[in-house]
């Protein structure tokens, strides 16, 4: 079988993004464009807001399950957890010899882009899976040209709003979740939509903004063919642990797990831990793939 990215390169040869590109796609979003002269590196103040219109988005063909079908099955159930772990949520994988890195590209205010740690999995190779949020996306587009161009790296789904994802309004860190099935589909979908229409990606992975979710959105993001991905060791904290605490972490790893880190903060420990974890791990024997390798 072919690599997904393979499938992937030539629809970038033949569609390379331009502003022109990135400002259709945006008002596709029902994001407002940016005047004439003002840089498309910056976010359209639309997407910084965390409650964005409905989209015609939904107009544009994705393969994707219907909204309405989502809804049809999954409305009206009550759900019976929220949190970071549970059935439908994958956090580990069987392996003897395998574990994952992967890196979260957040929204909210630090759309920032860590280049120091992308140098760094590429001086390893260290292959990783990036989990990239479509605000993220949108004001970092040439970046993440450069990073689904590189078969290093494995693109997947980190949502519009950058919310938990819930059916019934549930909060984590103050956060309030998406508070209905439709809500909880148009944080999956609106972003596998932007990946799909700019860069040519079909995601294979969601996690939701703080990764919490409840049981009944877990079905869902299956539901549209994309199981959620949670996490076996929580890497870098959010990007506040110093470099030393992320090694330590990362060297935690036993076969089958699964890290949790961030790519949007620069200036933290993450780079420099990445940089000194991942020798050692090899050195214990253990090998680093992306999810799409090994699920
Ligand atoms: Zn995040």
Do not use: K
Not at 34 to 61: F, M, N
Not at 91 to 109: E, I, K, R, Y
Not at 170 to 183: K, R
Request: hydrophobic fraction near 45%; aromatic fraction near 4%.
């Amino acid at each position: 079988m072919p690599s997904r990215l393979a499938v992937i390169r030539p629809t970038l040869t033949r569609r390379a993004l331009t502003r022109r590109t990135v400002l259709r796609a945006a008002l596709a979003a029902g994001v407002a464009a940016p005047a004439p002269g003002q840089p498309v590196s910056r976010p359209p103040e639309a997407l910084r807001s965390t409650s964005l219109p409905t989209s015609p988005l939904h107009l544009i063909s994705t393969g994707l399950p219907t909204r309405q079908g989502a809804v049809a099955l999954l409305g009206g159930r009550a759900p019976a957890w929220f949190g970071l772990e549970g059935p439908g949520i994958v956090s580990s994988f069987p392996s003897t010899d395998q574990v994952v890195l992967t890196f979260d590209a957040c929204g909210g205010s630090r759309l920032e882009h860590d280049a120091e740690l992308i140098e760094v999995l590429r001086r390893h190779q260290a292959p990783a899976t990036l989990f990239v949020n479509r605000s993220w996306a949108v004001a970092n587009w040439r970046t993440m040209s450069e990073l689904v161009a590189d078969p290093l790296f494995e693109i997947a789904n980190h949502g519009d709003r950058h919310v938990p994802l819930s059916v019934d309004g549930q909060a984590a860190y103050g956060i309030p979740g998406t508070a209905s099935v439709e809500e909880a589909y148009d944080e999956i979908a609106r972003a596998h939509r932007l990946l799909r229409v700019l860069w040519g990606i079909e995601p294979r992975w969601f996690r939701p903004g703080t990764a919490h979710l409840d049981d009944v959105s877990a079905e869902l993001a299956v539901h549209l063919g994309t199981p959620v991905v949670g996490f076996t060791v929580n890497g870098d904290l959010g990007a506040t642990a110093p470099a030393r605490q992320v090694t330590a972490n990362l060297l935690t790893l036993a076969p089958g797990g699964i890290v949790l880190a961030h790519m949007n903060r620069p200036g933290g420990g993450t780079a420099a831990g990445v940089d000194a974890a991942v020798p050692l791990l090899r050195e214990r024997g253990l090998s680093l793939r992306r999810l799409d390798d090994v699920l």
